[in-house]
């Protein structure tokens, strides 16, 4: 393995372990086994490194979000995400922090940006158990997009105040809640 690549694991197991803003160049440098120059070298600076680490987590899907459910049941989906939100919540944290910093930065918006786009597909495959690239654009846009601001708002909660979030039972009940209140379709 190569310096790069060490650089970008010690990256991701820094982000998972101290989070965005208490990872430093020297942090980096000392889980990777390379100097602090090689960050550098390698990604122009440390949040680039960050940035990249991040993103690389969150488009495999990632750990941050445990394995995958295979039957397509919403209630032991929102309890996978929920304990995925305990269980690394400096990388959620991480996550925000990038949002965040993605709106001052013009490159890294846009890669978030398309971080957003696979993560609708990413949520209604979740849902529907349809391959993405079998899902119809109308699918993502709704479905993926609802599951996708759902996951957002709930991993906040979850990051800040985990005795009063929602429980994953709690959730599908204000779910069937809501659609029990829509109007009929127009």
């Not at 929102?78 to 013009?106: G, K, Y």
């Not at 940006?113 to 993405?132: C, D, F, I, K, N």
């Not at 609802?146 to 979850?158: I, K, N, T």
Request: with cysteine; proline share 3%; hydrophobic share 40%.
């Amino acid at each position: 393995m190569g310096n790069r690549e060490k650089l970008l694991e010690a990256a991701r197991k820094c982000l998972f372990e101290k989070g965005y803003e208490r990872t430093t160049v020297r942090d980096l440098a000392s889980a990777a086994g390379v100097s602090m120059a090689a960050i550098g070298y390698h990604f122009g600076s440390k949040e680039a490194l960050l940035n990249q680490a991040l993103l690389e987590a969150l488009d495999s899907g990632g750990q941050a979000l445990g394995p995958s459910a295979e039957d397509g049941d919403l209630g032991a989906l929102w309890t996978r995400l929920i304990e995925a939100f305990s269980a690394n919540r400096t990388f959620w944290l991480a996550s925000l922090e990038t949002v965040l910093r993605a709106q001052r930065d013009p490159e890294l918006r846009e890669q978030v940006a398309a971080g957003l786009r696979q993560g609708r597909s990413g949520m209604a495959h979740e849902v529907t158990g349809t391959p993405e690239d079998e899902l119809s654009e109308e699918t993502v846009r709704t479905l993926g997009s609802v599951q996708l601001a759902l996951l957002s708002g709930l991993m906040m909660q979850h990051i800040t105040d985990p005795e009063s979030a929602p429980t994953a039972t709690e959730v599908l009940a204000g779910i069937r809640a809501l659609a029990a209140r829509l109007p009929d379709e127009a």
